[in-house]
T-cell receptor, first 113, second 112 residues
Framework: NAGVTQTPKFRVLKTGQSMTLLCAQDMNHEYMYWYRQDPGMGLRLIHYSVGEGTTAKGEVPDGYNVSRLKKQNFLLGLESAAPSQTSVYFC????????????FGNGTRLTVT | DAKTTQPNSMESNEEEPVHLPCNHSTISGTDYIHWYRQLPSQGPEYVIHGLTSNVNNRMASLAIAEDRKSSTLILHRATLRDAAVYYCILEDYGGSQGNLIFGKGTKLSVKP
């Protein structure tokens, strides 16, 4: 029972390159979220999904796209990476949208040069 | 969304209790109070949450003021492993699909 698994753990990109971050969960949770965390700051929500085939924008969605083709996977894409996207990215899941704890992965550290 | 106020940092001695305060004066009647913590180089970890009554679990206790405008996370015996950033968060019923707004939290240091 792995919980929430993020791949890769680390990545270095050059400006303009693209990549996809994968979040996989084995908890059968409906809700999945992508956050970013910058030094000295709290987490900010990028996009989220309330179920398979659905996605919605969070607080800071610009420059990112997401897909939820399967219930257990939530993908975060950067089409043209920028240095401002250097951050640590966390995926989280929850059973429902209210009164339900979030379960986080251990993050992906992305550097864009 | 309702906001919370926490001290930037606190220190504790190992094996002593720790009381982490949180003010949330604009809390509404349906807002749950959540606490998470984040150890270095890890994702946030759920600690405890409650609505009106005090709550206990294996990790901590949550004491909620009668007027709900403040709460306190209690670690009964701090260990070195409890050194982390602790976030107090309000969950707004009817808000954006369960999005919890993480502020800067309280950085807890534990001295041996």
């Amino acid at each position: 029972n792995a919980g929430v698994t993020q791949t890769p753990k680390f990545r270095v990109l050059k400006t303009g390159q693209s990549m996809t971050l994968l979040c996989a969960q084995d908890m059968n949770h409906e809700y999945m979220y992508w956050y970013r965390q910058d030094p000295g700051m709290g987490l900010r929500l990028i996009h989220y999904s309330v179920g398979e085939g659905t996605t919605a924008k969070g607080e800071v969605p610009d420059g990112y796209n997401v897909s939820r083709l399967k219930k257990q996977n939530f993908l975060l894409g950067l089409e043209s990476a920028a240095p401002s996207q250097t951050s640590v990215y966390f995926c989280a899941t929850s059973r429902s949208s209210y009164n339900s704890p979030l379960h986080f992965g251990n993050g992906t550290r992305l550097t864009v040069t | 969304d309702a906001k919370t106020t926490q001290p930037n940092s606190m220190e504790s001695n190992e094996e002593e209790p720790v009381h982490l305060p949180c003010n949330h004066s604009t809390i509404s009647g349906t807002d749950y109070i959540h606490w998470y913590r984040q150890l270095p180089s890890q994702g946030p970890e759920y600690v405890i949450h409650g609505l009106t009554s005090n709550v206990n679990n294996r990790m901590a206790s949550l004491a909620i003021a009668e007027d709900r405008k403040s709460s306190t996370l209690i670690l009964h015996r701090a260990t070195l492993r409890d050194a982390a950033v602790y976030y107090c968060i309000l969950e707004d019923y009817g808000g954006s699909q369960g999005n919890l707004i993480f502020g800067k939290g309280t950085k807890l240091s534990v001295k041996p």
